[in-house]
């Protein structure tokens, strides 16, 4: 086997830094050129003037099932940085009923909770659950709808947030074989693989700013600010790179893994279809510490929070499929979203400095069209791979897509 001389990762999210720390662990020269001044992509933390704290650009939340999440954290040195309650518990409270509930699955694989009245979703009864048997199985090409009803108690308590949160799209036009991708890999296996974990105390100290120093330490090259511009081919390769300080020569034995936004990728590289339709999430961090004993967050139905995240030092909303909200003004956000962290938290005070974070292009829509617009980790061209949580790893966009990407393609190279 010939191994590359070296591997030019394009892009320091964490699809790339996961490629990157899987090559060099490996021995490989490897390059990570990243546009920004940071790395970390939609996964970053940044110093706040308002707040005069470090914050997140979103609250980022992980199940210790996601396999290639605990690789990676393993990998970089970083296990300890994500933390939770241990168990498989979610708060939740439906602000329409004003009525608290908490979901706590078995560990085991048996969902004896769904035999126990007492402990299943409110309002609920034993036969509801059996829709959830549909999503067992994949349903490439089909929306939701087509596959379960979008009605009742569990679909509005329950199913509906989980599904939007996870999928960032609208769950009735989203696709059924990325939704029946998450039941497989976290309702259907029980509640081992579904403690919440967050990253402690923020995404830069968690995922980042580890990765990088791994990469340091095995001497790999990290240029942050440095932005791919072209790429020249010769036939089925890959021949040059350019970057704002000019065009850098490939070797016959040098790789590259683009691990660059779907629209930037769409662009470089001719002919690659990508997808093209997108959705915001909104953010909000608010500077005040949360009460003692809180839980860790609390999802909300009927309100305009959807998850509200209690962290050392600030509290902190998340609305996903939020594209209504991004012309909203940002006070007025604040003053919104405060009555919902007030009513989570059942807190009184009045509403603190708060940031509020738009992320226009959160992730890419998860519809079955621009599911079917990803492609896969090899391109036309022999030494180039694509990662990403757009390429097509059977997951929505999260960080164990993203993290997955980057897996697959270093194995490639
Ligand atoms: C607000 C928010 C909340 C989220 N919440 C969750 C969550 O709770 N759980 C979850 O699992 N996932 C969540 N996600 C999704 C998760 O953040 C992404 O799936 C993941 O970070 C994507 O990583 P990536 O490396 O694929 O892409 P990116 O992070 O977009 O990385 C691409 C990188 O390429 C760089 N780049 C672009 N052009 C060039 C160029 N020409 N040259 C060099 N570099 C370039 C960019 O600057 C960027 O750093 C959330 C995302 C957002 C935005």
Not at 216 to 239: Q, Y
Not at 329 to 338: E, S, V, Y
Not at 375 to 383: D, L
């Amino acid at each position: 086997m010939t191994l590359p001389a070296r591997v030019h990762v394009v892009g320091g999210g964490l699809a790339g830094l996961s490629a990157a720390v899987t090559l060099a662990d490996r021995g490989i020269p490897v390059t990570l050129s990243e546009a920004a001044k940071q790395a970390g992509g939609r996964c970053r933390s940044f110093y706040d003037g308002l707040l005069d704290m470090v914050i997140d650009n979103g609250n980022h939340l992980v199940l210790s099932g996601n396999a290639a999440v605990t690789r990676y954290m393993r990998k970089i040195g970083a296990a300890d940085r994500l933390t939770g309650p241990g168990r498989p518990e979610f708060h939740f409270l439906d602000r329409q009923r004003d009525r608290r509930w908490v979901f706590r699955p078995d560990e085991g694989r048996f969902p004896w909770w769904i035999l126990d009245a007492g402990r299943r979703v409110p309002g609920t009864a034993l036969r509801d659950y059996l829709r959830l048997l549909a999503l067992m199985r994949r349903h490439p090409g089909r929306r939701i709808d087509e596959v379960i009803r979008c009605d009742g108690p569990l679909w509005e308590t329950f199913l509906r947030p989980l599904f939007i949160s996870a999928l960032n799209t609208r769950p009735e036009e989203a696709s059924a074989d990325l939704a029946s991708a998450i039941v497989r890999e976290t309702l259907a296996k029980g509640g081992r693989y579904m403690h919440p974990l967050v990253a402690t105390p923020t995404l830069a100290a968690a995922f980042v700013d580890p990765a990088l120093d791994r990469l340091n330490r095995t001497g790999a090259d990290i240029r942050l600010g440095r932005s791919l511009r072209a790429v020249r081919f010769e036939g089925n390769r890959a021949a040059a790179l350019t970057f704002d300080e000019g065009e850098e020569l490939l070797g016959p034995e040098d790789h590259v893994i683009f691990a660059v936004p779907p629209w930037t990728a769409g662009k470089l590289l001719p002919g690659l279809k990508v997808p093209d339709a997108f959705h915001a999430i909104v953010n909000a961090h608010f500077r005040i510490a949360p009460p003692a004993g809180a839980p860790p967050m609390v999802g909300m139905t009927g309100g305009t929070a959807e998850w509200v995240f209690a962290l050392a030092d600030r509290m902190s909303v998340t609305v996903s499929a939020a594209d209504h909200l991004l012309e909203r003004d940002a006070d007025d956000l604040a003053r919104i979203l405060w009555r919902d962290v007030s009513a989570a938290y059942g807190l009184t005070a009045p509403l603190p400095a708060c940031r509020i974070v738009k992320e226009k292009r959160a992730t890419f829509a998860s519809t079955p069209a621009q599911a079917a617009r990803r492609p896969g980790a090899r391109t036309a061209w022999s030494n180039l791979f694509l990662a990403g949580d757009w390429v097509d790893t059977g997951l929505p966009a999260t960080i164990e897509g993203a993290l997955r990407s980057g897996e697959v393609a270093a194995s490639l190279v």
